[in-house]
């Protein structure tokens, strides 16, 4: 099994920044991608970016705002910094991590953005 674990989600000013983390633990031998999605209330959970062990990084399209993804292998980690954040940016965002063609999903961590 593989537990993922998010965290830096919180009550921001519109135009402000948050950090997001990701920690992967349990069973990991070899996760392939890991990502960021969202979901705000009455909506379906959309990508907003995932990244590969090699580095290879997607974004949605179009870009959901000024976010940026990037992982650490050796910590088995992912962050998403998000940046200039908007009302819109309010939801909760979960991490998600491929391995050996099965998805885990982390329990969310909520960010609101404030006018």
């Known amino acids: 099994q593989v537990q993922l674990v998010e965290s830096g989600g919180g009550l921001v000013q519109a135009g402000g920044s948050l950090r997001l983390s990701c920690a992967a633990s349990?069973?990991?031998?070899?996760?392939?991608?890991m990502g960021w999605y969202r979901q705000a209330p009455g909506n379906e959970r959309e990508l907003v970016a995932a990244?590969?062990?090699?580095?290879?990084?997607k974004y949605a399209d179009p870009p959901k705002g000024e976010f940026a993804i990037s992982r650490d292998n050796a910590k088995s980690t992912v962050y998403l910094q998000m940046n200039s954040l908007k009302p819109e940016d309010t939801a909760v965002y979960y991490c998600?991590?491929?391995?050996?063609?099965?998805?885990?999903w982390g329990k969310g961590t909520l960010v609101t953005v404030s006018s």
């Open positions: 349990g069973s990991i031998f070899n996760i392939d991608v």
């Open positions: 990244i590969s062990s090699g580095g290879g990084t």
């Open positions: 998600k991590a491929e391995m050996f063609g099965r998805d885990y």
